[in-house]
């Protein structure tokens, strides 16, 4: 595919494609410019000659600054000075605007207000990009926000599909490469997350290498603005994978990383924080396993209303010593652990690779916590005390769950391997499946115009449920398989999905 031009349902387009290489150099000669003219009005040396002309602070580069921006490894832009991150303004989001996984910080994937089903599903338009779409379309100024497998962010028109700019941040890993996995070539997998505070985008892309690197891009034109390397010390990034979709609150970007399909190969389950400036320390919490504990469902973090986080970790090697693994786990904005769940059965999920983690947290309204992973039975737990091992307020035998949640009130709608479901979490704590979809509605549900919109990634089929009693109001295929725990956004009338070629905007009015 030609990098200058993309074809998208619809004319072609023509694509600002910023690559690392050029905006790196713009931006160091431009910063290394600023920050001299600053040193140099703060030298106390003699004032020029009357007349004389002043120092231009957009000067040509010396040898030595020419030579630093040659040496710069390509995955790595420096966080901006104080002077250059204040053009990074706060920005207002539009109120129509879908700016992270499931709408917001306590990923209730519930659009008020979207308009009603009256008609059949139909595809508004599609687009073809440079690899497929896992991570979740999200809305930023009224614009598309997509990321891909080829390691690209795209900005699109979302009533067209044109094209408005590409940022490509790197070149994606090849699965060859790899022990294991299942997506192949491996690029941005887990949800960008926009922040209005720093009005920024930000992305992990996997780059050749292998590494894994925080992007922070200008959502109104694709520069990058800066980028940092998340793997920890010890870290194997083969063996990691950043799937879960990023959060933003309290100052960071909160970053999940847990391993391949498979399993292969030493790693361990972590959860990376990043300050929304690109300047001060990573925090991290890394699950206090020997091996595994992955941090890994496709919704990732969980924010409440006081800032802290809850996670799902995965099965662990362990099947004596509770290690933390096969848990939800609640952690201060500073990733401090604060309370812990794991069900009575956990060596025996763990021996079965039964994880708790294949679902993320769900927080009511009410306070409480519902997680349903693969041993297929579901737990409530209180919020702010997880209760421990065996602690949970109530449980019950329902399915098995994977990806995120969305929400109504204290209902919790989620998807298993049999479909989609509704569960109500009482004022008691108590729990009941209030209704089950037929079987093979299994993509992840989000709410909007008193419909669940949700999908069967393996026959490519999308679904439009009736929010109330979950029985097919609409129906749609695709025309072939979409990706793994894949969840549509809802915006103005449209459903964006991503596809295994690129991303789709569907109607059903």
């Given at each position: 595919m030609g990098r200058r031009r993309l074809h998208v349902g619809g004319p072609a387009a023509q694509v600002h494609?910023?690559?690392?290489?050029?905006?790196?150099?713009?931006?160091?000669?431009?910063?290394?410019?600023?920050?001299?003219?600053?040193?140099a009005s703060a030298t106390a040396s003699p004032s020029p000659t009357a007349g004389a002309p002043s120092p231009s602070p957009t000067a040509a580069p010396s040898a030595a600054t020419t030579a630093a921006v040659a040496s710069s490894t390509p995955s790595e832009i420096p966080a901006p000075s104080a002077s250059a991150a204040a053009s990074a303004s706060p920005s207002t989001l539009d109120p129509d605007d879908w700016p992270v996984y499931h709408l917001d910080a306590a990923r209730s994937g519930n659009r008020a207000g979207f308009p009603k089903v009256t008609g059949p599903l139909a595809v508004s338009w599609s687009a073809t990009l440079d690899g497929a779409v896992y991570a979740e379309p999200l809305v930023v100024h009224s614009r598309l926000i997509v990321a891909t497998e080829g390691d690209s962010v795209y900005s699109l028109d979302p009533s067209s599909g044109t094209v408005v700019?590409?940022?490509?941040?790197?070149t994606p890993v090849s699965q060859s490469t790899l022990p294991c996995g299942n997506i192949d070539p491996l690029g941005i997998t887990g949800t960008p997350a926009y922040d209005s505070t720093t009005n920024t985008v930000f992305a992990v892309a996997e780059v050749a290498g292998p590494r894994h690197v925080l992007y922070a891009v200008d959502p109104d034109d694709g520069t990058v603005r800066w980028s940092r390397g998340i793997d920890l010390p010890g870290d194997d990034p083969r063996?990691?994978?950043?799937?879960?979709?990023?959060?933003?609150?309290?100052?960071?970007?909160?970053?999940?990383?847990?391993?391949?399909?498979?399993d292969c190969g030493q790693y361990v389950g972590e959860l990376v924080g990043v300050p929304v400036t690109g300047s001060g320390d990573t925090i991290s919490y890394r699950v206090p396993v020997k091996r595994e504990g992955a941090i890994w469902a496709a919704g990732g973090p969980v924010v409440d209303p006081n800032g802290n986080l809850y996670v799902s970790t995965g099965n662990g090697s362990s099947t004596t010593t509770f290690d933390g693994s096969d848990s939800v786990v609640e952690l201060s904005p500073s990733l401090q652990q604060l309370s812990v769940f794991a069900p009575s059965v956990w060596a025996s999920?763990?021996?079965?690779?039964?994880?708790?983690?294949?679902?993320?947290?769900?927080?009511?309204?009410?306070?409480?916590?519902?997680?349903d992973g693969k041993n297929g039975t579901g737990y409530v737990l209180k919020q702010g005390d997880l209760g421990g091992i065996g602690g949970q307020v109530s449980k019950a035998s329902i399915c098995?769950?994977?990806?995120?949640?969305?929400?109504?009130?204290?209902?919790?709608?989620?998807s298993c391997t049999t479909g989609t479901v509704r569960v109500r979490i009482g004022s008691d704590g108590s729990l009941k499946v209030v209704w089950k979809s037929g079987a093979g509605v299994n993509g992840t549900p989000v709410v909007g115009?008193?419909?669940?919109?949700?999908?069967?990634?393996?026959?490519?089929?999308?679904?439009?449920?009736?929010?109330?009693?979950?029985?097919?109001?609409?129906?749609?295929?695709?025309?072939?398989?979409?990706?793994?725990?894949?969840?549509?956004?809802?915006?103005?009338?449209?459903?964006?999905?991503?596809?295994?070629k690129g991303v789709a905007a569907l109607t059903a009015s």
């Open positions: 494609d910023h690559t690392v290489n050029a905006r790196r150099l713009v931006w160091l000669v431009v910063t290394v410019a600023i920050l001299a003219a600053g040193c700019w590409k940022s490509n941040l790197g063996t990691h994978q950043q799937r879960p979709a990023l959060a933003v609150a309290n100052g960071y970007v909160y970053v999940g990383l847990g391993g391949l399909a498979g999920d763990n021996a079965r690779d039964r994880d708790l983690g294949s679902l993320s947290p769900a927080l009511t309204p009410n306070g409480y916590v519902f997680i098995t769950g994977f990806g995120g949640t969305a929400l109504e009130g204290n209902d919790v709608f989620f115009g008193g419909a669940v919109w949700t999908a069967n990634e393996l026959t490519g089929v999308v679904y439009v449920l009736d929010e109330a009693t979950g029985k097919t109001l609409a129906s749609l295929s695709l025309g072939g398989e979409l990706p793994h725990f894949l969840s549509p956004a809802l915006w103005r009338g449209l459903a964006f999905l991503g596809t295994m």
